[in-house]
């Protein structure tokens, strides 16, 4: 809750144009986003546990992509409600800081749908949206096979919030803050389970219609 709070303040405090603009002409009638992203893999001890490697290994802040598509269909007073999916996906690669061992690779991807409250008016918007699916989180020394657990579908909450703004007719540029709640993997070949985890992505691209 403490997340969510934070997320909308922000979403308020960077979007006061796209709140501020006239009912209408309306929101959508539909939009497909494009963002590059950073997002910021964590650290903890329990989740390099779950891999058999050092926490210090791991490779913390990584690049991705987030490509989605919306459809908005339905107005009530100040809120357009809105229905999409979202494919993101990333990647983290480093050197290993103990000697000796090799680098490691982080991956994760996520396919989701996705349910949106809308803010604003065709010429920009801000929004606040969130969706429940399944992720998949790969951490594997270079050179070694993968775990069961960098292969297992794991139930994962996305919930965020951005914006757009239409400088053009059909070309915006947008923004995306969002938090990936992971939940613990399955204990495979020894390994304790990978922590329930929760990962912060921001991204910011351009958005079509």
């Not at 579908?153 to 239409?166: D, E, H, M, P, V």
Request: hydrophobic fraction near 40%; proline fraction near 8%; charge should be positive.
């Amino acid at each position: 809750m403490r997340q969510l709070a934070i997320l909308a303040s922000l979403v308020l405090a960077v979007c006061p144009r796209a709140f501020a603009q006239p009912p209408s002409p309306r929101i959508g009638p539909f939009v497909v986003d494009l963002r590059g992203t950073f997002p910021n893999f964590p650290d903890s001890v329990e989740l390099a546990e779950s891999r058999g490697i050092a926490a210090t290994d791991l490779p913390g802040l990584g690049i991705g992509v987030q490509v989605g598509a919306h459809l908005y269909f339905f107005k009530w007073k100040a809120v357009t409600l809105g229905i999409g999916g979202e494919l993101m996906t990333s990647r983290a690669h480093a050197t290993a800081q103990t000697a000796g061992l090799p680098s490691v690779t982080e991956r994760f991807t996520s396919l989701a749908p996705q349910l949106s409250l809308n803010f604003g008016s065709s010429k920009g918007w801000s929004y606040l949206s969130g969706g429940i699916s399944v992720s998949t989180w790969s951490i594997v020394p270079d050179g070694s096979a993968p775990l069961p657990v960098d292969e297992e579908r794991l139930k994962t909450i996305n919930y965020g919030g951005g914006a757009r703004w239409f400088a053009k007719k059909h070309l915006a540029f947008t923004f995306d803050v969002r938090f990936y709640a992971i939940n613990p993997s399955t204990s495979f070949t020894g390994f304790p389970p990978s922590p329930r985890t929760t990962l912060l992505v921001i991204g910011a691209g351009v958005s079509v219609r």
